[in-house]
């Protein structure tokens, strides 16, 4: 059983700034990757970033120069900030891990339930 709790969404301020974080109880699980994605009413949902074990990062053209994913592997948590946030920002924020539960094994795809970010004036 894999959890992902998400917090740090609210409402902000265009030019404004949020940090999220993604806290992952995964006993037995081992993640090789924690990623942000975003639902905006009648859009898909969207990869935002993400990051690997090893530390490699790629984003979606929209956020790049502008948020920023890390992860502590320790603590099995993802963080995303965000900085000049624009009000086409505005979404419901998912975290993702990916990863199996043995070496070779299958691997799997967990989600968060979701925090809502708000960009307005």
């Known amino acids: 059983q894999v959890q992902l709790v998400e917090s740090g969404g609210g409402l902000v301020h265009p030019g404004g700034s949020l940090r999220l974080s993604c806290a992952a109880s995964?006993?037995?699980?081992?993640?090789?990757?924690m990623a942000w994605f975003r639902q905006a009413p009648g859009n898909q949902r969207e990869l935002v970033a993400i990051?690997?074990?090893?530390?490699?990062?790629n984003y979606a053209d929209s956020v790049k120069g502008r948020f920023t994913i890390s992860r502590d592997n320790a603590k099995n948590t993802v963080y995303l900030q965000m900085s000049s946030l624009q009000p086409e920002d505005t979404a419901v924020y998912y975290c993702?891990?990916?990863?199996?539960?043995?070496?070779?094994?299958?691997?799997?795809?967990?989600w968060g339930q979701g925090t809502q970010v708000t960009v307005s004036s």
């Open positions: 990051v690997t074990s090893f530390g490699n990062t």
């Open positions: 995964a006993s037995g699980f081992r993640i090789n990757a």
């Open positions: 993702n891990a990916k990863g199996a539960y043995s070496v070779g094994g299958r691997l799997y795809d967990y």
